[in-house]
């Protein structure tokens, strides 16, 4: 990865950085200071000077268990409600439908390039799993299940331009879509990791923030509304 969590801070740092960080505390070794911090599994990690300038990178020096490691094993992915509640998941859909554009949008925001035939399959998994119907969603939430629901594969995207393909993690303690809005007190993390074939490499750290319902800098056109609508 090129950037981690700061040591102690909730925010993103570069190795070169990381380096200067550890040189300020006085380290001559940036392995010796306490290492940067891995965004979904948080544990500490080790840092690696590149081979050219600037592709030094930071590293999971063990063998445990990272869903960034292994973006496919993440918990919550493929989970279907256990006690689906069928008044809040057509109410659910319903908020889906009515904010199709505004949700598209903030997509967009999230992952560069989105084809709207990624859009239809995320809107197709969201159905068979039945996101809908989980007890007490608060469907303003939706844009950030969704991001998890499919893998943004280069090949997929609008006319083939994403270089990267992008896999969306919630932090290592959401082990089900519900443990999101439990209350703890404070957001859960929402990290986009960008890969390289198997190499983790850059990380966007988002908010799950609802003012995008106002935003919609995306708009769809009617048909796209209709298409995505029915899929819905
Ligand atoms: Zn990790």
């Known amino acids: 990865m090129f950037e981690v969590l700061h040591p102690h801070k909730n925010e993103l740092i570069t190795q070169p950085e990381y380096i200067q960080l550890a040189a300020e505390h006085g380290f001559q070794l940036p392995n010796e200071y306490v290492g940067g911090r891995c965004p979904v599994c948080k544990r500490r990690m080790k840092v690696r000077a590149g081979h050219k300038k600037d592709d030094g990178h930071f590293y999971h020096n063990d063998k445990l268990f990272c869903p960034t490691k292994d973006p496919a094993s993440r918990p919550y992915l493929g989970k279907t409600p256990t006690n689906a509640d069928p008044v809040a998941a057509a109410r659910n859909r319903e908020f889906a439908r ?97 890969y390289d074939g198997n190499q983790t490499k850059r990380v966007k750290v988002f908010e799950m923030e609802r003012e995008y319902l106002t935003r919609v800098e995306y708009p769809l056109s009617e048909r796209q509304e209709q298409w995505v609508s029915s899929v819905c």
């Open 98 to 194: 009515n904010n199709i554009n505004a949700i598209w949008s903030r997509l967009n925001e999230m992952v560069p390039y989105l084809d709207l035939k990624e859009f239809v399959s995320i809107l197709e998994e969201a159905r068979r799993i039945n996101v809908y119907g989980y007890v007490d969603l608060d469907p303003t939430i939706l844009p950030y299940v969704y991001v998890t629901l499919i893998n943004f594969l280069p090949s997929k995207s609008r006319n083939k331009q994403r270089k990267f393909k992008f896999c969306f993690f919630y932090e290592a303690e959401v082990k089900d879509y519900e443990d999101l809005w439990i209350d703890r007190g404070r957001e859960c993390h929402l990290s986009r990791i960008s």
